[in-house]
Every structure is written in C-alpha cells, then in structure tokens.
C-alpha cells in the first residue's frame, strides 16, 4: 500500500520517516517533499501543497494510496480534507471547518469563551479606529493578533501604545496579512512558560501526546524575530503529570467537546500551545496540525505505529489504543539560512560530514540535485538526538550539528537550556 503526504517542511520529513517504519508501506509520495525527503519518499515538487485540484488528480491517477495526510495549515484551511473525502478517498487532518480553530482567531477565541475553556481576556476589532480607540485606554503590553492565517506572523506584542497603533496599521490598513488582518484580537498579555501539546483528536477521544517546548525567537536568550521555530525539545522538564491531567479536563477533552456541540466533528491533531503560570494553564493559540519543530522531537520518541494511529482518528477508534513513548529526552536544533526571519539567500551547497548513526537529520528548506543538497529554504534543517537526560541529548545534537555546513549557517546555542 502507498501513502501520500502533503508538504514539504521538517514536519513532514518526521512524518514521513516514522511512516517508513511500517513494513506495509510499499511507497510514499510527498507533495511537494524535499531534498532529504525524496531520500524516503517519491517527491512531487510540481504540485504546490495549495493546489487541490492537482492533489485530487493525483490521488486518481494513483490507485494504490490508501491514505493522504495533510499536514500544513494551508491546505486544511482550504479544504483539502473534505475534497478528498468527498471524492471517496481517505484523509487524515481536519476539515476546512474544524480547520477553523487555527485559521480564525476570531473563532478560536469565541469558542473557548463560550465554553469556559481557559484563555487570555479578549476584544474584536473589525474597524481599525475603533481599536486605536479602545487602545488608547488598554493596558500595556497587550497582544494584537491578525485573525487568519499569517505565516506565524500574525502576532505582534505591544510594550506601548505607540507600537500597538502601529501594529494595528500594519495589519489592518496596510494589510501586510492580506485578508487575514480584516479582524484583529487584541489580548491581555499573559506571562509564565510556555508548552505545547499536540494530541490526536478523532471527535470521541482525545489523546495527547507528550509535551514538548518550541523557541520561536531567531536568537540566544530568546533575542530576536519571531521565527516558525528555531529548535525544540520533549518532554518539558517542568509541566508535571499532574498539570498535564488538569489540562486535560480543563482544555483538552473540553476543547474537543465544545467542538462537537458546534456541529464540529474534529479528526486530526490538535496543537495546544500553552502558557503555564502561577495562576494555572491558560491557552494561547490552538493550531489545526502537527506542530513544526516540535514534530521532529516529538515523533521519533513515540513507539506506536504512526500509519495505526491516523487509520484509528479517521475511523473514530482512538479509544482502543494507549500512546507508548521512549523514555528518553529528544531535542531538534534548527540550522536556518543566514538572515531568516527576513531576506536570505538560497542555493548553498550542503556538507554533512560523519553524523552519528543515532541522530537523525531532518531536512526542511532543501532540495537536491545530482546526488548533492542545497539550501532551499529559510529553515533548512533539523537535527534531532536523544539521550538519557536532556544535557546529553544537547551534547549530542551540537556535536552533530558541528560536523553540519553550509554559507551563511545559524543556529540557536541554547536549545534546550531553559
Ligand atoms: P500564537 O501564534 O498565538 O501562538 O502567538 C505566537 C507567540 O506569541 C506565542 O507562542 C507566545 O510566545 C506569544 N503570545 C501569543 N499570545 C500571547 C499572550 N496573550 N500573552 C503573551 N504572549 C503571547
Ligand atoms: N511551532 C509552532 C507551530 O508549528 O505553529
């Protein structure tokens, strides 16, 4: 049997490789992949992630794909799910209404107010004056988020009124989002720590996997732009089993039952990103996939069979499975393009030297041509090891990274360190 994965980010190279280790899987296609993906995968870099139509025709011409995984948010806002379900063919991820929980922050945080789910204070805007108004008296820092999808852009913390003003014009005049900055959320500021769950969601059962912690700032001591995530690692060293299960009863399971009472009917995973404070958990954002880095550290420590667990969500059966995970600590350092999150250049050659066999290199923004690697992307790769504890995988994952060039190389030296 064949699988078809579509996207094409370190991501789906995690998805990919932990798809590649069951047995039944003769074949897997990835649209559009990259460089290291096409190593495991026949890659298909003429079609775009965003194109449903030749998806759709895709998966006609290919009668053996049992299976599409959808992994980006692009395609699940559009609604590629639901085309190929419509069309008799199987899909995992949400459809382009689930989808919305990640692709509307306008509706992400109605419904987590309408049903008590725990959150930062909110007001909407659709009408730019009336939110300078309203922040001329707000408190400060506050939170202004484009309500669709922005790249990961879409959030702007504000220390003062100045910068606020400034955000709002940015996202609602000039429209640097496009459609996406036609409502904004302005919110409270919440501090604390922050932590991600991804948990696979079938409509009936929940179930999260292990947390895991992004850096989403482009340097050091958390310095710099926001960026789609410079390194991860998992488990978290502070969320306890005992705020996890609160967690559960307070987001999660009410996350997935509040959907449902809207009609809603949610297959896939669901990204709780969490801000953890003296005051309790409160979320911060849902997306409607797997998290990108927090993936590559994530799946490589579960022992379940990834191809089980997406057949289960699709078939509402995750109640008759129990996620299994490798008592180790894994950390993913991001090695970027120099300049990333802004302009950077492409097409570096790539040299890898001897990595350890136990460390897997993900690749992100590359492509490859005669049998060599380039850089391709702002993200370019992902370098993932585990270890008995956290500091040895670091020691691990830097050694390795070390033996890792290419013009123009950054990286964060502190992944894992908080
Ligand atoms: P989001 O895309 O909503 O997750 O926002 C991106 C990042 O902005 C989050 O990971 C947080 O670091 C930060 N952020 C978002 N909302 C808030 C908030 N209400 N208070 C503090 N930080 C926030
Ligand atoms: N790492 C954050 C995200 O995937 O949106």
Redesign the pocket.
């Known amino acids: 049997m064949e699988v078809l994965v579509i996207g094409g980010g370190g991501r789906e190279h995690a998805i990919c490789y932990s798809l590649k280790k069951n047995k039944d899987i003769s074949k897997i296609y990835c649209i559009p992949g990259n460089g290291g993906i096409s190593d495991i995968a026949e890659c298909v870099p003429e079609i775009k992630a965003t194109d449903l139509d030749a998806i759709l025709q895709f998966v006609k011409s290919h009668p053996d794909i049992s299976m599409t995984v959808v992994a980006p948010d692009d395609p699940l806002a559009l609604g590629l799910v639901d085309l190929l379900t419509e069309n008799g063919f199987r899909a995992f991820g949400p459809t382009k209404d689930a989808a919305r929980i990640e692709a509307s922050?306008v509706f992400s945080k109605w419904l987590m107010k309408k049903y008590n789910i725990p959150t930062?204070e909110y007001e909407v805007f659709d009408d730019a004056k009336k939110a300078k108004e309203y922040l001329k008296t707000a408190e400060y820092p506050i939170?202004i988020?484009a309500d669709g999808l922005a790249l990961?852009k879409?959030?702007v913390?504000c220390k003062d009124k100045k910068e606020a003003i400034a955000a709002v014009n940015e996202i609602m005049l000039d429209h640097k989002f496009g459609k996406s900055g036609n409502q904004i959320v302005v919110?409270?500021?919440?501090?604390g720590y922050?932590v991600s769950v991804l948990a696979f969601c079938d409509g009936k059962t929940i179930l999260p996997m292990e947390t895991s912690q992004?850096h989403?700032r482009a340097l050091d001591g958390d310095k710099g732009l926001?960026t789609g995530g410079m390194g991860a690692f998992s488990p978290s060293q502070r969320f306890c089993e005992i705020q996890m299960q609160k967690a559960y009863d307070e987001i999660f399971l009410p996350t997935m039952n509040a959907l449902n009472s809207e009609g809603i009917t949610f297959k896939g995973v669901i990204y709780f990103?969490l801000?953890v404070s003296d005051k309790g958990v409160k979320v911060?954002?849902y997306n409607a996939r797997f998290g990108d880095p927090e993936t590559q550290a994530v799946l490589p420590r579960l022992e379940n069979d990834l191809y089980e667990l997406f057949n289960l969500t699709i078939d509402q059966k995750l109640n008759q499975v129990k996620l299994k995970w490798k008592d180790k600590q894994s950390i993913c350092v991001v090695l970027a393009s120099g300049g990333y999150p802004e302009s950077y250049e492409k097409g570096y050659e790539i040299s890898f030297g001897d990595i350890d066999e136990d460390c897997i290199v993900f690749h992100a923004g590359t492509v490859k041509k005669d049998g060599k690697y380039y850089t391709n992307g702002g993200r370019v790769l992902g370098v993932t090891c585990m270890g008995k504890t956290l500091a040895e995988a670091r020691e691990k994952a830097y050694r390795n990274v070390e033996k890792i060039s290419f013009k123009d190389m950054h990286f964060r030296s502190d992944i894992g360190v908080k």
């Open positions: 922050k930062a939170v988020k990961g879409g959030v913390i919110e409270e500021f919440l501090t922050e992004d989403k926001n990103g801000m911060l954002e």
